[in-house]
């Protein structure tokens, strides 16, 4: 059996056409599946009885185990059980006022090895299905509906770097965008990503007008090199020439995540280059508190005084700054600590 979660719109109507079916009904079947919840063909009412016989001897819906886990501050973990038995973790982050976000994962473990992520230290595993990415995002948005009518953000921030497996994250991402589907618009859709330069490249042309996140973490390709093993590869002045052109949603700036480790990337100096390097391009600066998973790893997170100086002399240079405030801490839940530990 064929899963339906694989199949883009324009996919499912070429596929519709095959089994003698109406090209329509992939438009239908996408409204039923995506937008309205159903999970058995043999509930959707207005198809014929012989289609929906079609139907569910050709393709499957498929379910996943989950456990999910609750921080005090209202974030919630989900712990999604692989029919291979690996796991990946999404994570619901209420950001108030009815509004969600939902981080997503795209690979089981990292092939990065970023030393400020407890995922990269799983190593690498398997890049996730297209199904697999989708049901992160159709299940949660499902329990979101039941106590508000707000399409979430998403966000591809939680296990593995999504342009690794670029063919399935952007399919999935079709979908989620498709108005037939998930009908998440793609100014709510943000992709972060390490600096996979050709991958960048190729996501201007298939991909444009999302809303792009750069982990950048250091100014200099020294201190780069240490964080981020794949700056060796793509360096900094690389990476920056790849995404000044690249095509934003308007009114959206590229936006370039800097995590705040203590005496190491939160020094006047590091303020300097900084300002240097980003001063010529249209963007916005997250200054996101380290989140120490592994207590050995000799990396601290900069106090809040620091984070607060250092956005502050930021600003003071016409810099746009956001710091972002951690949650699902306590649970394992926040930026870096996804490790997907069966229970």
Not at 200 to 209: C, G, M, R, S, T
Not at 213 to 221: E, R
Not at 234 to 257: A, M, Q
Not at 267 to 282: F, T, Y
């Amino acid at each position: 059996m064929e899963n339906f979660l694989d199949f883009t719109l324009t996919e499912l109507e070429e596929r519709m056409l095959n089994l003698n079916l109406e090209k329509y009904r992939a438009k239908q079947l996408f409204s039923f599946v995506y937008n309205k919840g159903f999970d058995d063909f043999s509930n959707i009412s207005v198809l014929k009885k012989s289609d929906r016989n079609i139907l569910n001897e050709k393709f499957l819906i498929p379910k996943l185990e989950y456990t999910t886990i609750k921080d005090k501050d209202g974030t919630i973990k989900f712990l999604f059980k692989l029919q291979d038995n690996c796991a990946v973790e999404s994570v619901l982050i209420p950001m108030g006022e009815g509004k969600n976000t939902v981080c997503v994962s795209t690979q089981v473990g990292c092939k990065m090895n970023c030393k400020f992520c407890a995922t990269g230290k799983l190593g690498f595993t398997r890049n996730l299905k297209i199904w697999e990415i989708i049901y992160q995002v159709r299940h949660i948005y499902n329990v979101i509906k039941k106590n508000t009518t707000k399409a979430p953000n998403i966000v591809f921030m939680g296990m593995g770097e999504p342009l690794d497996n670029y063919d399935n994250t952007i399919k999935a991402i079709l979908i989620i965008n498709n108005e037939y589907g998930l009908s998440i618009s793609r100014r709510r859709i943000t992709l972060s990503t390490c600096g996979l330069v050709p991958q960048i490249e190729q996501l201007k042309k298939d991909l444009p007008f999302i809303n792009l996140a750069i982990s950048l973490n250091a100014a200099d390709n020294f201190k780069r090199n240490f964080l981020m093993p794949i700056n060796t590869t793509y360096p900094i002045e690389e990476l920056l020439e790849c995404v000044k052109d690249f095509p934003l949603p308007e009114r959206k700036r590229l936006t370039f995540e800097y995590i705040m480790i203590k005496g190491f990337n939160d020094k006047q100096e590091d303020i300097n280059n900084l300002i240097k390097l980003l001063k010529s391009l249209k963007c916005k600066i997250n200054l996101i508190p380290f989140n120490q998973y592994n207590k050995n790893d000799n990396l601290f997170t900069s106090d809040n005084q620091t984070i607060e100086r250092f956005a502050e002399t930021l600003r003071n240079k016409n810099m746009f700054v956001t710091v972002r405030k951690s949650k699902g801490e306590s649970i394992n839940a926040a930026c870096g600590m996804l490790v997907a530990a069966m229970r």
